[in-house]
């Protein structure tokens, strides 16, 4: 069965590594985020594709939850000394990545062709395709002003509300190769336990992108990024709150309206679940361990009829 | 007393904490060789100017002989694993002051600007000037071809021999500013123990530089880098042997002809000085340790009439 996921970093990283113990990881492409792209030191970093990336061959920090494992600071720690921009905490060994990516972009490479080269060399074994190849950048608007998105997220610890997102060249952004094929030839399409609006909204701002999803001939299944109504970490349920007017499932399906025909939820949402307009699949969500994220994988393919 | 010292990379370093300790480094002006520079994975490396900065900074590794202390090398370790460029050893802490100063020359500072602003942030007190800001690499032709300097040196070993060196981009190369200032203000001028084609040549490939030094109105001398006719590191007695007929201090003052006045002489060499067109200042210059390195700056100081 052939699964195309879409996918922000931490939480949908978590996600497929249960996907992947269910499905053959061969049948499973991923169509990652890039609006939280960002430029730092002149190096070129996608860090949702990264964690994806790194969380399924094994490199990724599970303690920290960003970045990889047994990672040193040390030419942060020089670039710091320097006076140099240090904001964006890139450790050693994620850095030779980012000169690697960054190379070959400057190269003329596309993004999802420098993104199949590194994932190759890395061993993953699913099909990782940014959403498009084209610039796509998340910004907020909030009180304090409109901030790109890891300058609000992680510069500013994402504390402003945000009143609005707005995915910078969306309008011209056309789906990276790969793309539109896999949702085309896919026995169902799942969208991952992410951040509605800064993770999964630029996907979808890619116009082809949605179309294809909303034209879909097979079942999509979003998974809650919610349990009872907040976020498991980061900022969605006050983004829920403030852009969509409440933490239940229902906002969470109004982000995804006529998108989706299911709704994983925590068994801590299942009363809030009641009339909802997709059917809903009620579960544990909480990926704690691997068993529990191959149950929420299991929960979230049930809408394709194939409970593993 | 103001000394101007033009300098390659490792044994001029060596010979520059040496002088630091003899006259006051406010006094003193290094003119740095860039005809080694090399683009790396993107960055701009500028190896003689990092290795005086890490050698009178306290950051040089003293046993590997070049790069930093207690350094680290995790990114190049995922370059390679990702196949990227990593035939050119960048340890981690050493890429730190890479990625600051190839953002400040992508945002349009000047070499000599950028370098500035590192050695002020690491505390360098002598002041350390790229002989140019312009664009100018060594080439070496040798029997199996034309190299860029990295590449001859690094990557094949500099086991080619060399037929001829060409400075790449030296015809229309500029001084970098300070770099006149420092020589026409200087009480005496220091060529370093440095290899003369490859280190200290294309910094008189300079023309400015070099007509500035020949029109000098105070003592120049360069310090041999040969003992007994060899090189204590390095291809410099090879290329001496093929590219000026022989390894004695007659050839190493052909090198600087016009722009020196005095030659300092290892004793093993000092037979071979003999009938030397300038002064011969003979003493031991293997820079074992702090005062044998201070011994060789004050016989070079010799000539400017001023023994420590």
Redesign the interface.
């Known amino acids: 069965m052939k699964v195309v996921v879409l996918s922000g970093g931490v939480g949908g990283a978590r996600f497929l590594r249960g996907l992947v113990d269910v499905v053959d990881p061969a049948d499973v492409t991923v169509i990652g985020n890039v609006g939280d792209d960002v430029e730092v030191?002149?190096?070129h970093v996608s860090p949702d594709l990264d964690s994806i990336l790194y969380a399924l061959t094994g490199l990724a920090d599970e303690e920290r939850g960003w970045g990889r494992a047994d990672?040193?600071w040390?030419?942060?720690?020089?670039?710091?000394?320097?006076?140099?921009?240090s904001w964006f905490r890139l450790?050693?060994?994620?850095?030779?990545?980012h000169?690697?990516r960054?190379?070959a972009l400057?190269e003329g490479a596309s993004l999802s062709a420098i993104t199949r080269?590194?994932a190759s060399?890395?061993g993953l074994e699913i099909d990782l395709v940014p959403a498009t190849d084209d610039r796509l950048r998340t910004h907020l608007v909030t009180p304090a002003g409109r901030f790109a998105f890891q300058e609000w997220f992680v510069a500013r610890g994402h504390r402003d509300e945000v009143d609005a997102v707005e995915y910078d060249g969306a309008e011209s952004a056309l789906p990276a190769p790969r793309v539109l094929d896999a949702l085309g030839g896919a026995d169902a399409i799942v969208i991952a336990p992410s951040n509605p609006f800064v993770s999964i909204g630029p996907i979808l701002a890619v116009r082809e992108i949605r179309d294809a999803l909303a034209a879909r001939n097979v079942p999509a299944v979003a998974v809650s990024p919610l349990i009872g109504g907040r976020a498991v970490k980061g900022p969605a349920d006050r983004m829920l709150a403030r852009l969509a007017g409440g933490t239940t499932p229902h906002q969470v399906t109004q982000c995804y309206k006529g998108l989706i025909d299911a709704l994983v939820v925590d068994e801590a949402d299942a009363a809030d679940a009641e009339g909802l307009s997709v059917q809903a699949i009620v579960t544990r969500t909480l990926m704690t361990d691997a068993a529990a994220r191959r149950r929420l994988a299991e929960a979230a393919l049930e809408v394709a009829g194939t409970p593993a």
Chains 1, 2 share one sequence.
């Open positions: 030191l002149g190096l990672e040193t040390h030419a942060l720690g020089t670039v710091e000394a320097l006076g140099g921009e450790g050693d060994r994620d850095l030779g990545l000169l690697v960054s190379r400057a080269r590194l060399a890395l």
